[in-house]
C-alpha cells in the first residue's frame, strides 16, 4: 500500500488563485512528520514547509500553510495568491519515528502545478 | 555557504562503466542521503549515512556501493552501470534539531546520468 497518496498529477491555477495540493498519508507510528518540497523545472528540490504529528497548530510560511487534518490522514498544502514563478512540481513526503532517530522520507508521485497568466 | 554541492552535473556512461558521483556539504550535518529520481516519480532513496563512519542501505540499493568518506562527503559508486540506472541523482543532508525543528533534509542540484 501506498504510504503518501498525491492524487492530482496536474493541476491549472489561474494567476493570483489559491491553491490546495493534496496529500494523504498512511502510518501507523504516533510520532511522525510530513514534509513539501517544490521542484522547480531547473530541477532543485526546495523545502517549503513541515508539519510535526504532535504539532497543534497548522504550519505556516509565507503564502505557505498545510492544512492538517489528522484524524483523515491528509496534510494538504495551500499556496494564498499564486504567482507565475510557482509553477513546479510540488511532493509531499513523510517521516516515521522520533525526530531524533535515523529516518527515511517516503515520497509521493507529486503534483504539477502551472500557473496560468 | 555553497549548501550541497555535487559533481558531475552531467553524465554519459555506457553499459558497464563505472563512475563515482561526488557530494559535500558545509552545513555541518551528521546525516546524508543519495537519491535518485526517476521520471514521473518521486525521489527513492539509494543509501544513507546517519552520522560519520555508519551508511545503510534505503528502498533502492542494488547495484550501487556508497562511501562517507568524512562528516562533508558522501559518494556514490556504480561499479557496472546498467541502462536502468538512467536517472537523476539527488545528494541530500540534514541534521537533528530538538524541540520542534524539523530535521530537514536539503538538497544538492542533481546529477543527470544517462546510461546508453
Known amino acids: 500500500a501506498q504510504k503518501i497518496t498525491q492524487t492530482q498529477p496536474g493541476m491549472f491555477v489561474q494567476e493570483k488563485e489559491a491553491v490546495t495540493l493534496d496529500c494523504t498519508y498512511d502510518?501507523?507510528?504516533?510520532?511522525?512528520?510530513l514534509f513539501w518540497y517544490k521542484q522547480p523545472s531547473s530541477g532543485e528540490m526546495i523545502f517549503l514547509i513541515y508539519q510535526g504529528s504532535y504539532d497543534e497548530q497548522n504550519a505556516t510560511e509565507g503564502r505557505y500553510s498545510l492544512n492538517f487534518q489528522k484524524a483523515r490522514k491528509s496534510a494538504n498544502l495551500v499556496i494564498s495568491a499564486s504567482q507565475l514563478g510557482d509553477s513546479a512540481m510540488y511532493f509531499c513526503a513523510m517521516r516515521e519515528g522520533r525526530m531524533d532517530s535515523n529516518y527515511q522520507l517516503i515520497w509521493g508521485a507529486g503534483t504539477k502545478l502551472i500557473i496560468k497568466p | 555557504n555553497a549548501g550541497v554541492t555535487q559533481t558531475p552535473k552531467f553524465q554519459v556512461l555506457k553499459t558497464g562503466q563505472s563512475m563515482t558521483l561526488q557530494c559535500a556539504q558545509d552545513?555541518?550535518?551528521?546525516?546524508m542521503y543519495w537519491y535518485r529520481q526517476d521520471p514521473g516519480m518521486g525521489l527513492r532513496l539509494i543509501y544513507y549515512s546517519a552520522s560519520e563512519g555508519t551508511t545503510d542501505k534505503g528502498e533502492v540499493p542494488n547495484g550501487y556501493n556508497v562511501s562517507r568518506l568524512n562528516k562533508r562527503e558522501f559518494s556514490l559508486r556504480l561499479e557496472s552501470a546498467a541502462p536502468s540506472q538512467t536517472s537523476v541523482y539527488f545528494c541530500?543532508?540534514?541534521?537533528?534539531?530538538?524541540?520542534?525543528?524539523?530535521?530537514?533534509?536539503?538538497f544538492g542540484p542533481g546529477t543527470r546520468l544517462t546510461v546508453l
Open positions: 541530500a543532508s540534514s541534521d537533528f534539531v530538538h524541540r520542534g525543528k524539523p530535521d530537514t533534509q536539503y
Open positions: 502510518t501507523s507510528d504516533q510520532s511522525y512528520g
Open positions: 552545513m555541518n550535518h551528521n546525516s
